[in-house]
């Protein structure tokens, strides 16, 4: 079979996937429809890869893949699969970005004659028990650590978190009254969030 042949058949047969998937979730996407597509498009793929002599025998990273969805409709664990992150989610980025805004009212505070623990037991007081709980805030040290983690350089996965920071720091910059009122104001909004 010519390489163009074999494209064809593959672009026909994701079509015929798609149209199938599309009419049969309009009321709504099952976890299995999902699997099923995946797995039905992945062998689409290995298919075609089979279909072209060049390509013969390359096709064993999406084989895999093939294998492990296979493993997980039966219900087993497919550990390579699994997140190295010890099964812990990564916090949400609203998290994070909130951790970020109030480590931003904690440096200004510092910027302006508070002690690091003043500064950041401040903060920490601002706190609703809602907010404690949602961003993992354990005591007036975890403000203390979000913020030290945000001083100098981060690396490009922390870029979001470094630039609310920064954005915090800015906004207090350019707010009117004492440095207490305008960290009190931010307080106010970000409680808000």
Known sequence: MSKLEALRIFETRLRTLNADYTEATTVGEEDWQKRLYAHQSLMAVI??????????????GFVKLLEALTEIEKGRTVN???????????????????????????????????????????????????????LGARSWRSIAEWRDSLTGHVGPDREGEKHGYEMTLKLLADMTGSPAQRAGSMLQVLARV
């Open 80 to 134: 390579w699969l699994i997140s190295a992150s010890g099964g812990r989610p990564p916090l949400p980025d609203r998290v994070l970005l909130l951790r970020s805004r109030y480590a931003g009212v904690m440096e200004y505070l510092m910027q302006n004659d508070h002690k690091r623990e003043q500064a950041a037991r401040i903060v920490a007081r601002s706190l609703s028990k809602n907010t404690v709980d949602t």
């Open 47 to 60: 298919e075609l890869l089979e279909s072209i002599s060049a390509t013969r025998g390359i096709d064993s």
